[in-house]
């Protein structure tokens, strides 16, 4: 799952570059290729979900959230290195902050969006998560007493009814518990993490903002668990690819690039640029596609499979936080 407060500042990849003695470059917003970046990150970020799946027969889910955040901040801090060095600066007081965005926010919406996959339907899990921007706007209108529409109300109605439909209350919670209460961990962690990435990136931009939250998730997971007894060779592992692809075995480590590559950095990325040719509502909306992606591949690949009132439940989530986006 993609993270917030990317939609409240410029891509540091994608300013224009201001020549000496002449105006700064300016970039015409292509919506077109806004919509194109930002729905080829939902559908990144909705295929993670079954590697995700597949990449836990090999690895522990905390051993799984530990190389992901270490492979991300590799790439981020190069990314940042490379493209502004001067944005490693930073206040003592401001790292204390940024300490406590990573090892709280950042690792804890990692760990437990991988704890429920492993142990729900991946469709079911990312709906699940997906309430996290309801909690935000809940967050918005009873801590930072920010004034919400009529509609958003309307959005909490239909987002609690979807909820009973998705986990089947009426049949004595037929869902894992530990997962569906791993799934509402991690749309509370995104809550923390909205929250926290919504006051840092005041100050700096996304891409340093997002290196210096896996950086401290990083090393979080280095005291928890130290990289010496990290199991590498279960990286060269080949596991099957499970469903309808059980006959096809792929090692570890290349789902664990996956993870890395194109299910973290590159997402993020066309979500950042996204933002130069949309604006952040419709960046936000168009990102609602990550759960319906996750559970069209899971049923392809994985062959999971919903019942006709969870999937009129998932819907209906669905449809209620794209009326709370609209209504911030």
């Keep these: ?59 522990s889910a905390y051993r799984l959230a530990e190389i992901r955040c270490l492979g991300a901040l590799v790439i981020f801090l190069a990314i940042v290195v490379i493209d502004r060095p001067e944005r490693l600066r930073t206040s003592g007081r401001e790292l204390a902050y940024l300490a406590v965005f990573g090892s709280c926010a950042v690792v804890f919406t990692q760990l437990l969006y991988v704890l429920a996959i492993k142990r729900l339907p991946v469709g079911v899990a990312l709906v699940i998560i997906f309430l996290g921007p309801l909690l935000v706007a809940l ?3 009873f801590v930072e007493h920010v004034h919400l529409r009529r509609r958003f109300w309307v959005a909490l109605g239909l987002s609690i009814v979807g909820m009973i439909l998705v986990v089947q209350l009426w049949t004595s919670f037929s869902l894992d518990t530990l997962g569906v209460l791993f799934a509402l961990g991690g749309a509370c962690a995104y809550t923390l993490y909205v929250v926290y990435a919504g006051h840092a990136v005041v100050r700096r931009d996304t891409i340093s903002l997002l290196m210096y939250g896996f950086l401290f998730a990083t090393l979080l997971w280095t005291v928890v668990q130290p990289w010496s007894s990290f199991p590498w060779h279960n990286m060269t592992d080949d596991v099957s690819l499970l469903g309808n692809l059980a006959g096809t075995d792929a090692p570890v480590w290349t789902l664990v690039l996956w993870l890395v590559v194109l299910g973290t950095v590159v997402p993020f990325i066309l979500v950042v640029g996204s933002l130069e040719h949309l604006p952040a509502t419709r960046v936000a909306v168009s990102g609602m596609l990550e759960p319906v992606v996750a559970t069209v591949v899971a049923y392809a690949w994985l062959d999971e499979t919903l019942s006709g009132a969870q999937l009129i439940g998932g819907a209906l989530v669905i449809v209620a936080i794209v009326l709370a986006q609209t209504a911030r």
């Design 1 to 59: 799952m993609y993270g917030p407060g990317w939609w409240y500042v410029r891509s540091p990849l994608t300013d224009p570059i201001a020549i000496p003695g002449q105006a700064p470059a300016v970039r015409l917003p292509d919506p077109a290729l806004g919509y194109a970046m930002v729905l080829a990150a939902a559908t990144l970020f909705g295929i993670n979900g079954t590697v995700v799946k597949v990449a836990l027969q090999g690895l």
């Design 139 to 141: 967050w918005a209108r």
